[in-house]
């Protein structure tokens, strides 16, 4: 197999060292490590679409030299940030894993939570005194506590990324380290639930100021037009104290540059690779969601961003072969979720869309409730809205006494009225009271007993819930549709165009290291990528 430049050579290097057909187990460490990259934000058509602008090294190392899987879909209706890197790294979907949203109503706080926000936790690695973070709503483990647990220890396990979300649902409950970074500042950071304090290398990386060498830059795409830049507001802006480093430098390139400048330093200084059991390493790059959200999967930006990631990938999987070698690493890569083309660009070629806000729809709603409920004096019978997911007021509807499925159905009628195609309640999704078709199934799969009385919308297609840009958490394969790939010793190289689903992810690696499956993991594993088993020399079989 055919390696790019001067990682042909180190990986033939490491073949050398390591036996080819040794069989693959995490015990014996072979691979050495495994690399999880996860896209935030990135559809599964901007491979082919970009295809022939990429260069060797980056997406083809994956899509040329790897088994690559063209027709991935997630199997659910809620595609967002936390339940995607809790799905992919479970081996499950909602009504297995817990996740159904970045955040979610807490009747009893009276506000949205975080999917990882933890009372019992604080965040180590700046001063100020806030909640931390932990994996603690989630109702499976993962493939890295999985490897924890079948080398008692042995493996070390880190997610990093710039939210806390995606790192600490990737790392899991087993994990060595969640890194993420403050938005303000954009210093690494984690929870009191991992360590007390920040390893001393990571200290030195933020004391290094390596966050500011991406400030006051300009980006520009391969035609040397300017695209955005990073330079912060002067410190007389009206806003400038409303601006902090996730928006600024997070919704370029740089951003990834950072992040994969963290990683080096993780891989280098905590050893990865190098012990007796295998690694396990996730890399959530989250520059392309918050690019996207602002500008669409269409624009000329995210085009450029998508060729940068190309080349930066080209350069962290050479630092790999230098490191490690790569036969002894096993990559993969997906996303967490696509997205909708912005209902602007569907309106250019005549298809029908638009931009919503939620706070409008939940006026509405709340208008229709307290006409049919109360007379028509105003009340709150929703609290919150993140289209097309709705929380309701529990307490309005229980002075009332009106039951939950009651509730749920009366909310569900009036999303209807203001534009949606359906809706399904909590309570039918926790009696799986659902049709028997992929729609019903996808639906299904989205069911999470957290948070309190809800209703999950249908929307339309192209109609999405922000005022400007556009988002994802649909059921529409705009969304659900992502890469899925794979290169390592023991994938065979080609596309591979038949069914597959993100949950396969985590149960294919379990499956070739030899270890259990996380416990609610619903995939299947990938046999027609993998290479034949060979028989050990003497054996008549």
Not at 57 to 64: A, M, P, V
Not at 86 to 95: M, Q, R, S, V
Not at 369 to 377: D, F, M, P, T
Request: aromatic content about 10%; overall charge negative; proline content about 7%.
């Amino acid at each position: 197999m055919k390696l790019p430049g001067r990682m042909a050579v180190l990986g033939l290097l490491a073949g050398f060292c390591l036996p080819r057909l040794a069989p693959a187990s995490a015990y014996n460490g072979r691979p050495k490590l495994i690399v999880i990259v996860v896209i935030d934000q990135f559809r599964g058509d901007y491979l082919e679409r970009y295809r022939d602008e990429f260069g060797e090294g980056g997406f083809r190392l994956l899509i040329d030299h790897g088994a690559n899987f063209s027709g991935c879909n997630y199997n659910y209706a809620n595609p967002s940030t936390a339940p995607g890197h809790a799905t992919l790294l479970t081996g499950a979907y909602t009504d297995g894993h817990g996740i159904q949203a970045n955040q979610w109503w807490d009747p009893q706080k009276k506000r949205r939570v975080s999917s990882v926000e933890d009372d019992a936790t604080k965040l180590v690695g700046i001063p100020a005194d806030r909640v931390g973070a932990s994996p603690h709503n989630l109702l499976s483990d993962t493939l890295g506590d999985e490897l924890k647990l079948a080398t008692q220890g042995k493996s070390r396990v880190f997610g990093i990324s710039l939210k806390d979300r995606a790192s600490v649902l990737a790392a899991g409950y087993a994990g060595d380290g969640a890194y993420w970074i403050d938005s303000k500042t954009g210093a690494w950071i984690t929870s009191t639930y991992y360590r007390s304090d920040l390893p001393k290398w990571a200290e030195e990386f933020n004391r290094s100021k390596g966050r500011e060498k991406y400030l006051n830059r300009e980006w520009k795409d391969g035609n040397g037009r300017l695209l955005r830049t990073t330079d912060p507001p002067a410190p007389k802006a009206k806003d400038a104290d409303d601006v902090d480093y996730f928006e600024l430098v997070g919704a370029t390139p740089f951003a990834n540059d950072y992040e994969f400048d963290f990683a080096r330093e993780l891989v280098t200084h905590e050893k990865l690779g190098d012990g007796a059991a295998t690694d396990l390493l996730v890399v959530s790059l989250s520059a392309n969601d918050i690019l996207g959200h602002k500008v669409g999967p269409d624009s000329p930006e995210m085009h450029a961003m998508a060729l940068a990631l190309d080349r930066q990938l080209t350069d962290f999987f050479d630092f790999l072969g230098h490191q490690i070698g790569l036969a002894n690493v096993w990559i993969a890569l997906s996303a967490d979720h696509g997205v909708s083309p912005a209902p602007p660009a569907a309106a250019r070629v005549h298809i029908p869309g638009a931009n919503l806000q939620p706070k409008d729809l939940r006026v509405q709603v709340n208008h229709i409730l307290s006409a049919q409920l109360s007379a028509g004096h105003p009340a709150e019978y929703v609290r919150d809205f993140d289209y097309p997911l709705i929380w309701l007021n529990e307490d309005v509807f229980g002075r009332a006494r009106i039951k939950e499925i009651d509730a749920e159905h009366d909310v569900g009628e009036a999303l209807k009225q203001v534009g949606l195609r359906g809706y399904y309640t909590r309570s039918q999704l926790a009696k799986n009271e659902l049709p028997q078709s992929e729609a019903g199934s996808r639906y299904a799969h989205s069911y999470s007993p957290l948070g309190g009385w809800y209703v999950l919308g249908v929307p339309k297609p192209f109609f999405v819930g922000v005022g400007s840009g556009t988002d994802h958490a649909s059921p529409y394969t705009y969304d659900t549709h992502v890469p899925l790939a794979f290169y390592g010793v023991p994938f065979q190289p080609g596309t591979y165009r038949g069914h597959s689903e993100p949950v396969d992810l985590a149960v294919t690696l379990a499956s070739l290291l030899g270890i259990n499956a996380p416990t609610q993991a619903s995939g299947r594993v990938l046999t027609e990528a993998l290479v034949p088993a060979r028989a050990p020399q003497g054996d008549p079989r």
